[in-house]
């Protein structure tokens, strides 16, 4: 079983940066791949961000490409993502999530495990 918990969501001006973190148990971190995805109100949930169990590949939603970075240290058993230039479009609740095949998804149905979310909201 893995147990993912995001941070460092908050409030931040429209061309600010947060980074989000996603801490994960479980003795096997490095073999899953993972992702971000957001979930704004009245609108779907959507991929932001995946990155292969080395960090090797990554891969983005067109809109964040540029301003987002997504990392992880295996050695901490944990997943970073970086936004950068902030817009209020960015608003939203944010998800880590975890795969346990080897790949790299923009789908959620192919991540098991999820966090419970980090509000970002970005003010105008």
């Known amino acids: 079983q893995v147990q993912l918990v995001e941070s460092g969501g908050g409030l931040v001006q429209a061309g600010g940066s947060l980074r989000l973190s996603c801490a994960a148990s479980g003795r096997f971190f490095s073999n899953y791949p993972m992702g971000w995805f957001r979930h704004a109100p009245g609108k779907e949930r959507e991929f932001v961000a995946a990155?292969?169990?080395?960090?090797?590949?990554?891969n983005y939603r067109e809109s964040v490409k540029g301003r987002f970075t997504i990392s992880r240290d295996n050695a901490k058993n944990t997943m970073y993502l970086q936004m950068n230039s902030l817009t209020s479009e960015d608003t939203a609740i944010y998800y880590c999530a975890a795969g346990r095949v080897y790949g790299l998804y923009s789908s959620p149905n192919e991540y098991d495990y999820w966090g419970q979310g980090t509000q970002v909201t970005v003010s105008a």
């Open positions: 990155i292969a169990w080395n960090g090797g590949k990554t």
